[in-house]
């Protein structure tokens, strides 16, 4: 298992875990696991952010690699830029919807992708063993390239009908939550004639609107000025521009799940026997919208990294995850908020009924996620007592205890944090309520035996 990539990338907390030596060192193995150069280097708009790119650059240049700058940018606009301008690689500073004090770093490939957990296990070895690349020339040269912003938002315009959202004067309202998809989603907005209402706008990577992480909880604003403006609906954006949650046209706000089934229904009428990829934490709903367009579905374990890879391999049309991660495959094979915030306005401007009566068209689906502070020992234990007394269970990621097709528990490790996620869906809301408290007394009474043991005063 990977040491220092989590589920997406390398987080910590700077200086702390995630030191500016540290971030050295892994250049340096990245700049090896590339080969050779030229590298597109983006960051969030986090307070350490320009301090960790001076280092990267640095880095890369010491062993003769050119890089150069794309600037304050989304994930998904670096990742693109870079298949689409012909880098090597890419590397993007970021730590995604984690707090303030972490940042991170994330490569991608040269297919504008990040890398596999395969090739994530290469670049940590080169680390631990530090057999860097040799500079045997000349040191490389850092410059800047302005051209990423243009290029993502034409590669997402080229796959829409811009002309008929622009002939509908749609109201949208965008909480871009303080972070990079503030110099992407409003020019998007307004190329294709729409109405913009911001929140949060300002960049600041202390993120002190509403937090990094877009939740129902913090997303009162958002539905508040949707209803205030009569929108047609309204987009929250995490801090580095990779995810979404939607807000309905009556304020309400959609779980992941539930905007991925519209999306992927709206896609599917007009590509029949495509494949979706999905992680195994995601609503069963979504193999009832596949049968219907006679498509399949690929459950993968959790993660992006895991869904992209997977949608390359399988040549998918679609990807999500349940936390807003939307994969759109004809654009790139990566979260992207932007690009799903234009499939929404496309689908609305095409479809007689609002989002709010598109989505009430599906079966009622009850999900919900909880976590739970606890060591990685606890993880640990918690897992392996759950396969017990569950043998038959789904263990591909953690634990899935499946009771039948709509009633199911999810038990896994964070790979960014030190806590433990419990996902669960169910056929109404009070079966659902029932479960989760079931399977979070379970993980907590493990966590409070153990404290008990090895509490120094219990001896």
């Known amino acids: 298992m990977a040491k220092f990539f989590g589920t997406n990338g ?26 050779k150069g030229p590298i597109l280097v983006g960051y969030d708009g986090r307070e350490s952010s320009p301090i960790i790119l001076k280092i990267v650059c640095a880095a890369l240049n010491s062993v003769g690699f050119d890089c150069n700058i794309a600037g304050l940018v989304p994930t998904p606009c670096l ?28 490569p991608c490939g040269n297919d504008g992708v990040e890398i596999s957990r395969e090739d994530e296990i290469i670049v940590e070895d080169i680390f631990l063993k530090k057999e860097w690349i040799k500079n045997t020339s000349k040191f490389g040269i850092t410059g800047i390239d302005n051209r990423a912003i243009d290029v993502y938002v034409e590669g997402i315009t080229s796959q829409i009908n811009s002309h008929i959202i622009k002939s509908k004067n749609l109201k949208v309202v965008l909480d871009l939550g303080n972070g990079v998809q503030a110099v992407t989603a409003p020019l998007f907005c307004k190329l294709v004639g729409c109405q913009i209402f911001l929140i949060n706008e300002k960049i600041d990577g202390l993120f ?34 990779d995810r979404s949650i939607f807000c309905d046209n009556h304020g309400d706000i959609l779980t992941g ?9 709206f896609i599917l009428q007009k590509n029949l026997n495509s494949i979706i990829v999905t992680c195994l934490n995601s609503s069963s709903s979504i193999e009832l919208v596949a049968n219907e367009f006679n498509s399949k579905v ?32 004809k654009h790139n094979q990566v979260r992207d908020g ?12 095409t479809s007689k009924k609002t989002l709010s009566e598109e989505a009430s068209d599906f079966l009622p689906s009850f999900t ?84 008990f043991k090895t509490n120094p005063e219990n001896n």
């Open 79 to 106: 990742e693109f830029a870079v298949k689409k301008l012909d880098y090597s690689g890419g590397i993007m500073i970021t730590a995604s919807h984690n707090p303030p004090e972490y940042n991170g770093i994330k």
């Open 10 to 35: 390398i987080r910590g907390v700077f200086p702390e875990n995630f030191s500016l030596e540290f971030v050295h060192d892994m250049t340096l193995s990245i700049a090896t696991y590339f080969k």
């Open 298 to 329: 690929i459950r993968t374990k959790v993660g992006s990294v895991e869904v992209s890879r997977k949608m390359l391999s399988t040549n998918a049309l679609i990807g999500f995850e349940e936390n807003g991660g939307f994969m759109y495959g």
């Open 257 to 265: 799940d539930k905007s991925a089934l519209v999306l992927t229904k």
């Open 208 to 241: 002190p609107g509403r937090g990094s992480e877009p939740t129902p909880q913090n997303l009162l604003e958002l539905s508040k000025k949707v209803q205030e403006n009569n929108a047609d609906f309204g987009i929250a954006f995490d801090g580095d521009g």
């Open 338 to 349: 932007c690009m799903t915030l234009a499939l929404m306005l496309e689908f609305l401007a």
């Open 368 to 451: 919900t996620k909880d976590k739970v502070v606890c060591s990685k020992e606890d993880h640990i234990k918690i897992i392996q007592l759950l396969q017990n007394e569950f043998p038959n269970s789904n263990t591909t990621d953690g634990i899935k205890i499946t009771i039948n097709s709509k009633n199911w528990v999810m038990i896994r490790s964070s790979g960014t944090e030190s806590i433990i996620r419990i996902y669960g869906e169910a056929e109404n809301q009070e079966k659902l309520d029932s479960l989760m408290i079931k399977y979070i007394e379970k993980v907590k009474s493990v966590i409070s035996d153990n404290t």
